[in-house]
């Protein structure tokens, strides 16, 4: 099999495209591989699908495709132009490669797979052979190809949070598929715009659809809610996780407190004590579990504070949202005769927001999948020193975990 058919095979070359010439150029590394067509040969308008015959053709140029061994395989060619009477002079699509790419689709392809693979653009640099700009143009084009497929799909059980996106309080919001641990839509900030922004890329019928929507106390997310969903009132689920949170730094400042008052008596009892209060007791060693145990044994004000915490966790067992309330009025009743200043503002502001608290004994969940993609996050973030601007940033999270149809064909 001589070169020029080997590689009308390899490249999948139909007519009236044909595989003219096959060269090596060992300085550059790269087989070279000259594609062309028959003279007289008609093409079709790519907004028109109609044949005509070829106006001229365009400037020569260069697509990468998958290697060969070890060289680079570059498709050279020129592309035709038809006229087409209502759309005008237009470049004909090329079967090998997308309009205004400089890659071959096959490669495209593969390059997706590799950034997949590898969660960082730096290394699937390596492994590609691609300067930066070119490797982040795929990503952008595949996000984009992405976007423009997806087709809406209902939403019954969404989430929404912030992110840290840099260093001097930068955020975005993020708004979570909860069946489907997906991103379905990123803006910038975290205020009720933000928010809205977010709910704004879904459809009607999806806003229709949703059912339940986690997220943490914001007056911004709550607002934005209300405003963009049907009767979301109801349809609101504070996050357990969030409140739980809250919970951990109330007790963690009746503890500074009255660490402070002890220490100025020669008392360092709490000293060191601060994870034994904030981790869940299964996860303490029994080291650790023996000295928990004695400082709780104490009566100090941060045991009672830690045991108000942990009788809060039983909150989300019950089994109606009516019990759930009377449980939460006894717990709130017992928290609030206590001289824990930390500890009655927790209660207070749960007081506030008790309805959309309990609402989880309707829908019951939680924004443990948006946790965990925050993760996710976090962890391309880290692989990639950083994003300084906002939009490549976006970009990436929808590449890695809006489960986009990126596939360039």
Known sequence: ????????????????WTASEVKLDIPAEEIQVRVEHPPGTKFCCPEFQKELACYDHAEERRWRHLDSCQYK???IGRVPRVDCPEHGVKTVTVPWALAHSRFTMMFERFAIEVLLMTQTVKGAMIILRLQWDATWHIIERAVARGKARKEPSLLPRIGIDEKAFAKGRKFVSILYNLNNSTVEAIEEGHDTQA???CFSQLSQEQLQSVEAIAMDMSHAFVRAAKEMIPLAESKIVHDKFHIMKMANEAVDKVRRGEHKRLLKDG????TGSKYFWLTSLENHSEKQHARFQSICNLSLATGRAWSYKELLRDLWAQETEGKAKSYFRDWYQRVIRTKMAPMKKLARSLKERIDNIVTYCTHGITNAVAEGINSKIMSIKRRAGG???IENFKTAVLFYCGELDLDPR
């Not at 099999?1 to 009236?16: A, V």
């Open 1 to 16: 099999m001589q070169d020029k058919e080997l590689y009308q095979h390899i490249l999948e070359l139909t007519s009236p």
């Open 73 to 75: 395989t570059i498709l």
């Open 195 to 197: 928010a809205k922004s």
């Open 267 to 270: 008392d360092d009892r709490l």
């Open 387 to 389: 994003y300084r601007n």
